[in-house]
Nanobody
């Protein structure tokens, strides 16, 4: 069973930056495809970014492209999400997720393809 714990959230001003971290335990992190999702108040959870296992392939959602960078450190079992030029509409609970198997980027855009989820962390962008 893989456990995921997010950190790094909080309150940030519009235009600011934030780096979220997600530490994984209980599994072989290097073999996991990883993703970030978010859920704003009153909205459904949506895809933010993903990074494949054993590949440099990454993808950020259109809504955050140009402001988003996802990376991983397999030696530290840690996933990162760097978000710049933050906007009030980025306010949400951000979730880290992990998916096993040989999944392509298109498949990793879909929540149902992820096997494990963190508890989520709040990010609030003040205007």
């Amino acid at each position: 069973q893989v456990q995921l714990v997010e950190s790094g959230g909080g309150l940030v001003q519009t235009g600011g930056s934030l780096r979220l971290s997600c530490v994984a335990s209980g599994g072989d992190f290097s073999n996991l495809n990883m993703g970030w999702f978010r859920q704003a108040p009153g909205k459904e959870r949506e895809f933010v970014a993903t990074i494949r296992a054993h590949s440099p392939s990454t993808w950020c959602a259109e809504s955050v492209q140009g402001r988003c960078s996802i990376s991983r450190d397999n030696a530290k079992n840690t996933l990162y999400l760097q978000m710049n030029s933050l906007k009030p509409e980025d306010t949400a609970v951000y979730y880290c997720a992990a998916a096993g198997g040989m999944l392509t980027i298109p498949l990793l855009l879909t929540q149902s393809n992820y096997d494990y989820w963190g508890q989520g962390i709040q990010v609030t962008v003040s205007s």
